[in-house]
């Protein structure tokens, strides 16, 4: 995991079964305050753990959290990543948890898509949005191709199954998905998220050094005439 606004390597996830249930931990976040530190930390610890069924369990905290702080990463005293911290669980509940990284993929599965989630990017100052779309898993194309999307925010890794040779880079412009390859160095492609188990993709030609502005409205132009469609498969 890489912490925003933290010049450090990737931190290692830690599996949450070896928490100790009264281990002492850190939180992380970047401010976007001018005055003061861009990064904070704060240590806690924790209290309890809360099993909701066999494999569901969060920890408690045992002070409370800030609003800044939703989200922000939970590290052990020697820096491996314990899960995010979170105000409540259950509609009503106002407590501070630790929600355990494995969990956060499905949590983010059942966020409201007319709703989404944002998530900062950038420095302190230095603020964007982008909605996290849901968008990870197995797609299958119109014509029977079947794609690995890997949703990592801002970069979009695309690994077609049906031949895995062939990768592609994208990355998201507004709410469209734009990369190079399929087969021609000299196109890109664009992918549009209709719904959530449905994308729209049209392939267009740029000309070498065209600017960025212009590979993206060509691509807000061509994916009115989509010339495939993926639908989700697998989550």
Do not use: C
């Amino acid at each position: 995991m890489k912490i925003t606004g933290v010049n450090l390597p990737y931190i290692e996830l830690l599996n949450p079964n070896t928490v100790d249930p009264k281990a002492s931990v850190q939180i992380i976040w970047t401010s976007t305050s001018k005055t003061g530190p861009p990064v904070r930390i704060k240590s806690n610890s924790i209290t309890e753990m809360q099993e909701f069924d066999r494999d569901h369990r969060v920890f408690r905290l045992e002070s409370t959290i800030s609003p800044l702080e939703r989200g922000a990463p939970v590290l052990s005293l020697k820096g491996d990543v314990i899960g995010f911290a979170d105000t409540q669980i259950i509609k009503g509940e106002a407590m501070s948890f630790v929600i355990p990284t494995k969990y956060a993929r499905e949590l983010l599965s059942k966020v409201d898509q007319t709703a989404p989630l944002f998530q900062w990017r950038g420095s302190s100052g230095e603020l964007h949005e982008k909605s996290i779309r849901g968008i990870s898993g197995y797609w299958k194309s119109n014509n029977g191709n079947v794609y690995l999307v890997v949703d990592k925010g801002l970069q979009v890794k695309i690994i077609n199954m049906s031949a895995p040779k062939f990768r592609y880079e994208a990355r998201w412009r507004g709410d469209l998905i734009v990369g190079i390859g399929y087969n021609d160095d000299t196109k890109r492609f664009a992918l549009k998220l209709v719904n959530p188990n449905y994308m729209i993709r049209s392939v267009f030609k740029f000309s070498k050094g065209e600017s960025d502005e212009g590979i993206l409205l060509k691509a807000q132009q061509e994916i009115k005439k989509p010339d495939d469609g993926w639908s989700r498969i697998l989550q």
